[in-house]
């Protein structure tokens, strides 16, 4: 079993910044690559970001690339989404999920992800 407990979401303005962070806990952390996915009200679970085990391979959905970068940390088991220029659209609740490294050719579904988080939500507004 693998936990995993976000954090890091909030209020923030337009064309601001916030990193979420997803700490995970149990079953070795680095034997699993870790996605970021998020859920707007009313639409379905969409693709953010994922990042291999060792940190060597990542990949973004289109709307990201350019504004968020997706990082971790093994000796401190957490994985990092680091957004900037935020816009409305961005608003949704934020997911960490882990999958195991032999799925990482679906790492943009949800299918592969073994273990998700409760979610933080990233709500943009003025």
């Known amino acids: 079993q693998v936990q995993l407990v976000e954090s890091g979401g909030g209020l923030v303005q337009p064309g601001g910044s916030l990193r979420l962070s997803c700490a995970a806990s149990g079953r070795t952390f680095s034997s699993y690559f870790m996605g970021w996915f998020r859920q707007a009200p009313e639409k379905e679970r969409e693709f953010v970001a994922a990042?291999?085990?060792?940190?060597?391979?990542?990949a973004f959905a289109d709307s990201m690339k350019g504004r968020f970068t997706i990082s971790r940390d093994n000796a401190k088991n957490t994985v990092y989404l680091q957004m900037n220029s935020l816009q409305s659209e961005d608003t949704a609740v934020y997911y960490c999920?882990?999958?195991?490294?032999?799925?990482?050719?679906?790492?943009?579904?949800?299918?592969?992800?073994?273990?998700w988080g409760q979610g933080t939500q990233v709500t943009v507004s003025s």
């Open positions: 999920a882990a999958a195991r490294p032999i799925l990482w050719a679906l790492r943009t579904t949800a299918r592969p992800y073994e273990y």
């Open positions: 990042i291999t085990w060792s940190g060597s391979s990542t």
